[in-house]
């Protein structure tokens, strides 16, 4: 609201455009015809608006010009461009004598516009604190050499800034990846000190992720996202989303729209790890699915951090097959290892205590965390179904894989949807097979992955009935398959192809 002046009070030097106005209009009566010593009678309000209105050129602005003139005095709002004209015409024509206010009073009017735009596109770019660079990976990071050839080539080359998406399951070493990729050379290059790590595994809905990243990238939250996203504008900044899931699940609509916010920013790049393989929206990723470590980087791994003797330990092979190449639990084990003459008690350890074994957190003061507490994230998410757990819990007892049709004949109707979670989950793919006439499709969980439903989810009796029944009608029909818990995938598949009017 512009200041109300007494008659009295003198030209007020550096104020603000509306208080100015004010001026002009109620105390000097300010006019072409007038002068800079001598007041004439205040502008009724009405007649000033009217003049300005009425100079305007025709079809513009034909609305309620008292309306704009009591905005432009209180602050409300201010002239558009084609007012500025005819203001400064109305009040001072071309007077030579008014230069000076007239001078003013434009100065003003773009210093008051300056302030609009920037409360409008948030704070400037100094509003960015300095906040903690993202971390490197662990010193004992190997294994994906593709993996960065492919992404850190994209994200250090590409002219448009695609935003990638890393998914995968639990403890497979998503977040690593992402830390890596940060850090290789032509990403620093071209980032240098704007790469921003966002913790997402707090996020529970949109809201809190918009302000997980602004507290990443240190910026006032008050200023709003939308402010945030203009200040990102101004340089290139790549955006590390880790466990995006999180926000994703419980809210994915409303987390779409940020990611897709997010993605109309061409200075943005965003790279994003995610529990589970779910296809997400909100823009046009490039998806890229992690998978296990392969046996020799495996290999690596555990002899890195448990030694290098335990290369000629003869049940490394057995173990690190127990494993799946997932990696923390590779660090895990490797870490107990460490120190030790043989794998021998620990392998006995692992058979009687499953995935128990590497359930309490370590301090490794590497991140490391407890392979349980990363993998049962999962297990306690709303996406693991009881269906899903229960295919899992069959899984178990079908080491080479539980197909569609055997899933279906145990479990029912629900065996299709579980199939679908566990996939989602990020716990398996969906495989196929080959066979006669047609694909034999499966699931082959990993082995680690089964360990851990045996240790803390172990099949309750009426399926274990379910699947001895199964497995005595399937070894009336085919005799060679007494227990299918020894058939190899092409058996079964064999199996189903020569029954084919066998189950459903
Ligand atoms: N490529 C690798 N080389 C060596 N160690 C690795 C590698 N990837 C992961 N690790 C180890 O495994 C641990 C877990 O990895 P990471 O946190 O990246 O898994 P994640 O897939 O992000 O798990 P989550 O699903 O819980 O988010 C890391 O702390 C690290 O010790
Ligand atoms: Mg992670």
Redesign the pocket.
């Known amino acids: 609201m512009a200041r109300r002046w007494r008659s009295s009070d003198p030209y007020p030097v550096g104020a603000s455009f509306e208080d100015l106005l004010e001026w002009h209009l109620t105390v000097w009566g300010t006019n072409p015809r007038c002068s800079p010593h001598k007041r004439h009678r205040p502008w009724v309000l009405r007649n000033f608006a009217t003049a300005v209105h009425s100079g305007l050129p025709d079809g513009k602005d034909e609305t309620s010009p008292d309306r704009k003139l009591w905005n432009w005095r209180n602050g409300i709002d201010l002239p558009k461009l084609i007012h500025d004209h005819r203001i400064l015409e109305v009040l001072f024509g071309d007077n030579a004598d008014l230069t000076n206010w007239r001078k003013d009073l434009e100065d003003a009017l773009e210093a008051a516009r300056a302030a609009k735009r920037k409360k409008a596109t948030g704070a400037p770019r100094t509003t960015f604190a300095k906040t903690r660079p993202i971390a490197p990976?662990?010193a004992?990071?190997?294994?994906?050499d593709e993996e960065i050839a492919t992404l850190a080539s994209r994200l250090a080359s590409a002219t448009d800034l695609g935003p990638m998406l890393i998914q995968?399951?639990?403890?497979?070493?998503?977040?690593?990846?992402t830390r890596?990729i940060a850090h290789q050379e032509a990403v620093v290059a071209r980032f240098a000190d704007r790469r921003y790590f966002v913790p997402l595994d707090h996020s529970v809905d949109a809201e809190s992720m918009q302000h997980a990243i602004m507290r990443a990238v240190g910026f006032e939250p008050r200023y709003g996202f939308a402010a945030m996203l203009n200040a990102l504008r101004e340089q290139e900044t790549l955006l590390v989303l880790?466990?995006l899931e999180t926000p994703w699940q419980s809210q994915y609509g409303p987390t779409e729209e940020v990611l897709a916010e997010l993605a109309t920013i061409p200075q943005v790049a965003v790279l994003a790890?995610f529990?589970g393989r779910e296809a997400v929206g909100g823009a046009r990723w490039h998806q890229y699915a992690?998978e296990a470590?392969p046996y020799h980087?495996s290999c690596d791994?555990f002899c890195s951090i448990a030694g290098q003797k335990f290369l000629s330990d003869p049940l490394l092979e057995r173990f690190l097959t127990a494993l799946s190449g997932n990696?923390?639990a590779i660090?895990l084990v490797a870490q107990r290892a460490y120190g030790r003459a043989s794998l021998d008690p620990l392998w006995r350890e692992w058979l009687q205590n499953g995935t128990r074994f590497i359930e309490e957190p370590q301090d490794m003061g590497?991140?490391?965390?407890s392979f349980a507490a990363?993998v049962d994230?999962t297990f306690q998410s709303h996406q693991m179904t009881r269906d899903a757990l229960r295919f899992l819990q069959i899984a178990t007892l079908f080491p080479f894989g539980l197909g569609r049709r055997e899933a279906k004949i145990i479990m029912g109707d629900g065996a299709f949807a579980a199939a679908e979670a566990v996939v989602r989950l990020g716990l398996t793919a969906e495989a196929g097979h080959k066979s006669g006439s047609g694909v034999y499709t499966y699931l082959k969980v990993p082995e680690l992955i089964l360990t851990h439903v045996r240790t803390f989810y172990p099949i309750n009796d009426a399926d274990q009935l379910l699947v001895d029944q199964f497995r005595q009608t399937a070894a009336a029909l085919w005799k060679d398959v007494a227990a299918c818990r020894r058939a190899t995938i092409d058996e079964v598949a064999r199996f189903y192809d020569a029954e084919d009017d066998w189950g459903p």
């Open positions: 990976p662990t004992y990071f190997m294994g994906r995968g399951g639990p403890g497979i070493g998503k977040t690593e990846l890596a880790d466990n790890s529990r992690l470590l980087s791994l990696p923390l660090s590497d991140g490391i965390t990363s994230r």
